[in-house]
Nanobody, 122 residues
Framework: QVQLQESGPGLVKPSQTLSLTCTVSGGSITANSNYWKWIRQPPGKGLEWMGSITSSGRTYYGPSLKSRASISRDTSKNQFTLQLMSVTPEDTAVYYC??????????????RGQGTQVTVSS
């Protein structure tokens, strides 16, 4: 069974860069047909798809984040990472990494990490 675990800071100051890492076990991030996502849920709102990285390393980003988000991977560690630049309090959310299902450009998944709370505050 695929398992995912997010790691990163719980508190980030405005204007800083948020960096989160997802460690995957039970499946390879380079396996054909797999793609991996970052999803977030702000307080009181629904899930928001942030971006995806495919098994070949191609990346896609949500239109509202395209200029601030970057997803990369370390295949030797079976990890992928989200960097979000110039954060504001509106980026406060629970952040999830997931294995995508049902398309690259949406928040759908079949396996998901437990999530990590990120608060942007000075």
């Amino acid at each position: 069974q695929v398992q995912l675990q997010e790691s990163g800071p719980g508190l980030v100051k405005p204007s800083q860069t948020l960096s989160l890492t997802c460690t995957v076990s039970g499946g390879s991030i380079t396996a054909n047909s797999n793609y991996w996502k970052w999803i977030r849920q702000p307080p009181g709102k629904g899930l928001e798809w942030m971006g995806s990285i495919t098994s070949s390393g191609r990346t896609y980003y949500g239109p509202s984040l395209k200029s601030r988000a970057s997803i990369s991977r370390d295949t030797s560690k079976n990890q992928f990472t989200l960097q979000l630049m110039s954060v504001t309090p509106e980026d406060t959310a629970v952040y999830y990494c997931a294995r995508g299902a049902g398309g690259v450009f949406n928040p759908n998944y079949d396996y998901r990490g437990q999530g990590t709370q990120v608060t942007v505050s000075s």
